[in-house]
């Protein structure tokens, strides 16, 4: 058997979001079918493996950054990855189950990654992080309900503390304490009692736990498999099947018709008076985070009024409401007709409001990249899903993305849907790609003309430098000015407009009939008449297209084709 760390440490950390990540992965589609409490809409399991594929991620920058430093580099330390970990999850949180697991992360981290923190943790160590963990969580929510993943989780805590020995017997101890209570959830809430199913949000919890078990012990924990936990209460097994279509079975009709996420810089204070707001606004309240930074959630029908709230509290961002529709979440359990898939859908990621908007008009799924925030693998493998189509054209729209957006072909290929991956390197590209799509035509040949509009579209983006660093061009300030092209700095300007039009210059010398402009907020008025000028006046029968972007990463995208 392979060695197994008997602390917990920066690389028990690593390995446990990992193993936490695959088993979520494994168990979603049978969480979200057990999803009635607090809104039926079927996305608990979803929802945790967005948040732990956010964590998880965060880690691995953390390692990522540490290898780089050299072969003297001793690597990143306990605190160092908890809060990767507790801070990745705060960021990526979806939905009330992300958004609580996110603070028994985050609980977590406090104890392990505090002034004094060890290296590693022993079993008592563990122990207190567990149980800080479900004390905060349940702080976090507005009004605590039993029978929830909040149950399950101080459950958890209560086993561990009483456990005694190494981590690997402190985590067994929660984990079987977490999957007895897990169990007797629906005896503690009448609507999972109705329905026939344990909490889904506890259901996922218990999977966290699994994977902290093997990571620690080297052994999958009983009871365990690919579906997940085979779960009883008084000998009898609770189903985990879709709920049933009782009319009273899951919740009551008339609920609020929105969920309300965001991330808001604040200070606590601020944070203190936007929950007794967002309170008496809604419900499924949950405010997590800290040291000036939250996640928000709630279940309001004035959508508006929330988000107003968080910008009188501070600076409210990365803001997503989802309407539950009439009939469907707060529709007291109806069976909900199956949809018919749509022969074809494209599916692309965008950098700004603006081209989310553009995109959509011609018919794509849009998923939006805001700067500094790339999708994850599974927020791609969701709008793929949302598409609800037969085949799908995915277009990543940056080299960078084009793992992630592999990673999530790869994942929705496994559930009977045919993908074809575009190699799109620039929102430009996409639009290019788009305008030659053709549903009606075999998948083949429209994946065919697509990437051949793409591969034809050369592209370039002008940007202000954030520090100092080498470029293909030379040495760059900070607020310099950048021209991209093809990915590679090739002007550096101190005038935006003067630079834009040195790079335009550039990709023109080599022919082209098109010119497709981006326009990032962040550009001077004029930028667009310039080159357009410089476009009627210099390249005969060239045409020129503008495009407002919105807030995206570069002041200006340039497309040739």
Same mark, same amino acid.
Not at 131 to 140: E, P, V
């Given at each position: 058997?392979?060695?197994?760390?008997?602390?917990?440490?920066?690389?028990?950390?690593?390995?446990?979001?990992?193993? @936490?990540?695959?088993?979520?992965?494994?168990? /979603?589609?049978?969480?979200?079918?057990?999803?009635?409490?607090?809104?039926?809409?079927?996305?608990? +399991?979803?929802?945790?493996?967005?948040?732990?594929?956010?964590?998880?991620?965060? =880690?691995?920058?953390?390692?990522?950054?540490?290898?780089? +430093? +050299?072969?003297?580099?001793?690597?990143?330390?306990? @605190?160092?990855? =908890?809060?990767?970990?507790?801070?990745?999850?705060?960021? +990526?949180? $979806?939905?009330?189950?992300? %958004?609580?697991?996110?603070?028994?992360?985050?609980?977590?981290?406090?104890? !392990?990654?505090?002034?004094?923190?060890?290296?590693?943790?022993?079993?008592?160590?563990?122990?207190?992080?567990?149980?800080?963990?479900?004390?905060?969580?349940?702080?976090?929510?507005? #009004?605590?309900?039993?029978?929830?993943?909040?149950?399950?989780?101080? @459950?958890?805590?209560?086993?561990?503390?009483?456990?005694?020995?190494?981590?690997?017997?402190?985590?067994?101890?929660?984990?079987?304490?977490? $999957?007895?209570?897990?169990?007797?959830?629906?005896?503690?809430?009448?609507? !999972? /009692?109705? @329905?026939?199913?344990v909490d889904a949000g506890g259901r996922g919890l218990v999977t966290v736990l699994a994977a902290l078990v093997e990571t620690l012990t080297g052994e999958t924990p009983r009871g365990t498999a690919a579906r997940g936990p085979g779960l009883h209460a008084r000998g009898g097994a609770h189903?985990?099947?879709?709920?049933?279509?009782?009319?009273?079975?899951? &919740?009551?009709?008339?609920?609020?018709?929105?969920?309300?996420i965001y991330l808001l810089e604040a200070e606590d204070a601020a944070v203190a008076r936007l929950r007794e707001r967002l309170d008496a606004l809604g419900d499924s309240l949950v405010v997590v985070g800290g040291d000036g930074l939250w996640n928000v959630h709630v279940h309001v029908d004035? &959508?508006?009024?929330?988000?107003?709230?968080?910008?009188?509290?501070?600076?409210?961002? *990365?803001? *997503?409401?989802? #309407?539950?529709?009439?009939?469907?979440?707060?529709?007291?359990?109806?069976?909900?007709?199956?949809?018919?898939?749509?022969?074809?859908?494209?599916?692309?990621?965008?950098?700004?409001?603006?081209?989310?908007?553009?995109?959509?008009?011609?018919?794509?799924?849009?998923?939006?990249?805001?700067?500094?925030?790339?999708?994850?693998?599974?927020?791609?493998?969701?709008?793929? $899903? /949302?598409?609800?189509?037969?085949?799908?054209?995915?277009?990543?729209?940056?080299?960078?993305?084009?793992? %992630?957006?592999?990673?999530?072909?790869?994942?929705?290929?496994?559930?009977?849907?045919?993908?074809?991956?575009?190699?799109?390197?620039?929102?430009?590209?996409?639009?290019?790609?788009l305008a030659v799509h053709e549903p009606e035509r075999r998948f083949d040949e429209d994946v065919v003309a697509m990437t051949s509009a793409a591969g034809a579209t050369r592209y370039a983006e002008v940007t202000v430098a954030e520090r100092q660093s080498w470029t293909m061009a030379g040495?760059?300030?900070?607020?310099?000015?950048?021209?991209?092209?093809?990915?590679?700095?090739?002007?550096?300007?101190?005038?935006?407009?003067?630079?834009?039009?040195?790079?335009?210059?550039?990709?023109?010398?080599?022919?082209?009939?098109?010119?497709? !402009?981006?326009?990032?907020?962040?550009?001077?008025?004029?930028?667009?008449?310039?080159?357009?000028? *410089?476009?009627?006046?210099?390249?005969?029968?060239?045409?020129?297209?503008?495009?407002?972007?919105?807030?995206?990463?570069?002041?200006?995208?340039?497309? =040739?084709?």
């Open positions: 058997m392979p060695q197994v760390p008997q602390t917990f440490d920066a690389l028990a950390v690593r390995a446990w979001c990992g193993l @936490a990540l695959d088993a979520l992965g494994r168990a /979603r589609e049978e969480i979200d079918a057990i999803n009635v409490y607090p809104v039926a809409d079927g996305d608990t +399991g979803t929802n945790l493996y967005l948040t732990m594929e956010s964590a998880a991620t965060a =880690v691995e920058a953390v390692f990522a950054g540490h290898e780089a +430093g +050299g072969g003297g580099d001793p690597g990143p330390t306990l @605190a160092d990855a =908890v809060r990767a970990m507790a801070h990745g999850a705060l960021i +990526g949180a $979806r939905g009330n189950s992300g %958004t609580i697991l996110a603070q028994l992360l985050r609980g977590m981290a406090q104890v !392990l990654a505090g002034a004094d923190a060890p290296a590693y943790a022993d079993g008592t160590g563990l122990g207190l992080a567990l149980r800080h963990a479900a004390d905060s969580a349940r702080q976090a929510v507005a #009004h605590p309900v039993e029978g929830t993943v909040l149950t399950v989780a101080s @459950a958890a805590a209560d086993a561990a503390g009483d456990a005694g020995g190494d981590c690997g017997a402190v985590a067994r101890a929660a984990y079987e304490g977490a $999957r007895t209570a897990l169990a007797e959830t629906p005896d503690r809430l009448d609507v !999972l /009692r109705q @329905a026939g199913v189903t985990v099947a879709a709920p049933c279509a009782d009319d009273d079975a899951v &919740a009551g009709p008339g609920g609020p018709a929105f969920e309300v004035d &959508a508006g009024a929330a988000v107003e709230a968080g910008v009188e509290a501070g600076r409210p961002y *990365r803001i *997503r409401i989802t #309407h539950f529709g009439d009939g469907d979440a707060h529709a007291a359990g109806a069976e909900r007709a199956p949809v018919e898939r749509v022969q074809r859908a494209v599916v692309a990621v965008v950098p700004g409001e603006g081209l989310a908007g553009l995109y959509t008009e011609a018919g794509a799924t849009a998923v939006l990249a805001r700067p500094g925030e790339p999708p994850a693998s599974g927020e791609l493998v969701q709008a793929v $899903r /949302r598409a609800h189509a037969r085949e799908v054209v995915l277009l990543p729209n940056d080299a960078e993305l084009r793992h %992630t957006a592999a990673a999530a072909a790869e994942q929705v290929r496994a559930e009977g849907v045919r993908v074809a991956l575009i190699p799109t390197r620039s929102a430009v590209q996409g639009i290019a790609a040495i760059c300030q900070a607020g310099d000015v950048l021209g991209l092209v093809d990915g590679d700095v090739a002007v550096i300007g101190q005038d935006l407009t003067e630079t834009a039009l040195a790079v335009l210059d550039r990709m023109l010398a080599a022919g082209g009939e098109l010119v497709t !402009l981006v326009v990032g907020d962040g550009a001077p008025e004029s930028v667009a008449e310039r080159l357009e000028a *410089r476009v009627r006046e210099g390249y005969l029968a060239v045409d020129t297209v503008v495009y407002h972007g919105g807030r995206q990463g570069s002041v200006l995208l340039i497309g =040739v084709e």
